[in-house]
Structure formats: C-alpha cells, structure tokens
C-alpha cells in the first residue's frame, strides 16, 4: 500500500494555519473532518483542544509527525500541513517546524496505525522528502512530489518500530553499586553491560545482584558475623565493590532492529524471556519488552 493513499481529498492545507502546534493540529483536523474518514468530528476537536501528551508527537527531520488513536475516528486517515513559517511546540518554545503531519486512527486499526507511522517516520528522516515537503505550492504538489507520491508502507512490523532507543546502560568496568543504583533509580528488572564503544557484553540483574550482595547481609548463627562474598574463589570486603564485568550474565539472547516483530514474539513465547536488548553490528541500539509491544498494539 502507498503511503499517499491513506490521505484523503482535502486532508492536505497549504499554508497550514497557526503559529503553535495545537492550533495547526485544529487545523488538520477541520479539514480531516470533511472528509468520511471521521466519525465524531466535535470529539476529535475536543481532544486536540487539550494539551497534545508528549507520547502523541515525535520531531523527526524538521517535521512535527503526531500520531494517536481515537474512537472519533471511522478509519485511519493521514494529514499534512505546510506552514509558511516555522510552527512551534508551545508558546515560547525554541522547536519549530514548518511541517506538519498528523495520523489518526480507530483503535481497530492497530496494524495499519503502526505500519503508517513506519512509514512515516522513515519519510521525514530523508532531508529531501522534508525540503520537497516545505517546497510544495500546493496541496497537488505536495502528493506528487516524489519521496512522497513513492514512499510505501512496510509489509510486516520490525522491531525498529517497537524498541525503545534511549536505553539505560552500565559499564563493565563500573563498580556493582553503580549497577544497584541505576536499577532502584530507574525501576528496571536488569540493565545490558557495554564496553567504551557501546558493545553489548552481558546483563546485569536482580538475580545477580542478590547472589553477590546477599551473603554479605547474613549473619552467622554461631558468632554473628557478616559472610563476607565469594566470587570466582577472591573474597571482597564489599562486593558492591566488585567490576560490573564480574558479575554479569555473559549469555545473553539479542536481537538485531531489522528482524520482524513476529521472530520476537516467537522467541518470548519459547524461550519464556520478556526483555531484549536490541543491537546493530554488535553495538547496543535499543531495548525491547512484550511490555512495549503490548502498548504500542493497544496503547494511545
């Protein structure tokens, strides 16, 4: 399916309206609502009349792409703003941009939804679909212009499109009490261990960390000591003293940002594990829960 087929007669306005986001996204979405595509046009406008959550707008290459999912939708539809000056995030924001794109859809069409914003997302990444874009006269123009009249959605959903990019990591060469502070800081289960260039090297988790530090908090029965950890036969004073690279689990599972979402599944669903890190030629890229996937599926 091409990408220009999800954007409906008028849904295109040039010059786009507005000096902030929210009043540009009103605009699209009154002329969304002229088209069949919406089934509740007050409800839609009453949504965007209230301040747009961050989750619902991405900044990609000069453009404000925003995404949602609404049940004043009838079926997923695309619109584009071109604006003759930058619009702004808010009021007194520095961010601007003079593209607008906006993709709406009934939560029903959680596929398509993603697939678009796919689409989308790796469209306004290329510097000459943003400039022929903002070149455009008209709204004729604009769709026959061509990084966007060729752009096409992708068949299958890839786990470029679920991971989560800013991934929370710990050195090898860190001590084990970093490691414990950024788990308890950032309420994760385990953190992927890199090297100086960001090479994926292991995890660290709960189970590691409770298996070097717990001894330590045990008293004897007889004498009322602390056990001191042993590790690898070297006994440390304080093992949260101890290397990162010491403790961590060497044998991780990972998974590369070209596989399709339905490798991943098949892997949690036999392997029994609902956490990857996802690498690209060995170097830690991002992170991958069934959580995400679940959100992303059936989330706003």
């Given at each position: 399916m091409k990408l220009v087929e999800l954007v409906p007669a008028g849904?295109?306005?040039?010059?786009l309206p507005g000096s902030v986001l929210q009043e540009a996204v009103l605009s699209l979405a009154e002329a969304l609502s002229r088209t069949s595509c919406v089934a509740?046009?007050?409800?839609?406008?009453?949504?965007?009349e209230e301040k747009l959550p961050p989750?619902?707008?991405?900044?990609?290459?000069g453009v404000f792409l925003v995404h949602f999912r609404t049940d004043a939708m009838r079926k997923l539809a695309v619109a584009i703003g071109v604006a003759p000056q930058p619009v702004a995030r808010e009021k007194e924001s520095s961010k601007g941009a003079r593209v607008v794109v906006m993709i709406v859809a009934p939560p029903k069409d959680s596929a398509l939804y993603l697939r678009a914003v796919s689409a989308l997302a790796g469209l306004v990444s290329r510097?000459?679909?943003?400039?022929?874009m903002t070149a455009a006269a008209d709204p004729q123009a604009l769709l026959a212009s061509s990084p966007l009249k060729d752009a096409v959605l992708p068949d299958e959903l890839m786990v470029r499109d679920f991971m989560i990019p800013k991934v929370i990591s710990v050195r090898a060469d860190a001590k084990l009490r970093e490691a414990a502070r950024l788990i308890i800081e950032h309420n994760v289960p385990s953190l992927p261990v890199v090297s100086d260039a960001g090479e994926l090297l292991g995890m660290v988790s709960h189970r590691e960390l409770l298996r070097v530090v717990l001894p330590k908090y045990v008293k004897r029965v007889s004498s009322g000591e602390w056990i001191a950890s042993t590790l690898r036969g070297r006994a440390a004073e304080d093992p949260l003293e101890l290397p990162v690279r010491d403790v961590m689990d060497r044998s991780v599972l990972c998974i590369s940002e070209g596989q399709t979402l339905a490798d991943v599944a098949s892997l949690m669903a036999t392997k029994e594990i609902d956490r990857f890190p996802v690498v690209r030629d060995g170097i830690l890229v991002g992170f991958i829960t069934r959580g995400d996937i679940v959100r992303r599926i059936f989330g706003p």
């Open positions: 849904a295109v306005v040039i010059p509740d046009p007050e409800k839609l406008r009453r949504q965007l989750e619902f707008v991405t900044v990609a290459g510097t000459e679909a943003v400039e022929a």
